[in-house]
């Protein structure tokens, strides 16, 4: 029984977890980067705000947070996932702008966060309705 309940655990870890982990690696990685142009196709960076990249980047990052915290975290934190969600992805924002102050050839800035936020509310609130059970 209790192999049973281990191997749910586990799979909810998978399934909910390791997303967030992943794209958290990702945006991590595409800020360690000196010109992470290089690697993004090139119509975002000609026809697209530099705000609006920031702010879908974290919206999706904290839809994965959304999921992970509503189905994966038990019930007492599942009533604050968006709330949780939110706070996550702002906070990543956060350490990420901290970060790129270290990285060479780019900038941190307040209003970058900004974006993040907004993104990442309009993300798990967007998440929040459209998953509504």
Do not use: N
């Not at 049973?4 to 870890?13: A, F």
């Not at 705000?51 to 974290?58: D, F, P, R, T």
């Not at 994966?72 to 350490?95: D, K, P, Y």
């Not at 970060?99 to 900038?107: A, G, I, K, S, T």
Request: with cysteine; charged share 15%; aromatic share 14%.
């Amino acid at each position: 029984m209790r192999d049973t309940v281990r191997q749910g655990v586990m799979g909810q870890v998978f399934w909910y977890w390791v997303p967030v982990a992943l794209y958290a690696g990702a945006i991590f990685y595409l800020s360690a980067q000196s010109h992470p142009e290089d690697q993004l196709p090139s119509f975002l960076l000609k026809e697209v705000s530099d705000k609006v990249l920031h702010a879908v980047e974290y919206g999706i990052l904290s839809l994965l947070c959304y999921r992970a915290f509503r189905w994966a975290a038990g019930r007492a934190v599942a009533r604050q996932a968006v709330v949780l969600a939110i706070v996550t992805a702002s906070v990543f924002g956060i350490t990420d702008e901290v970060h790129q102050l270290f990285v060479p050839f780019r900038e941190s800035s307040w209003q970058d966060w900004l974006a993040d936020t907004v993104g990442a509310t309009i993300g798990a609130i967007s998440w929040r309705f459209i998953r509504s059970e």
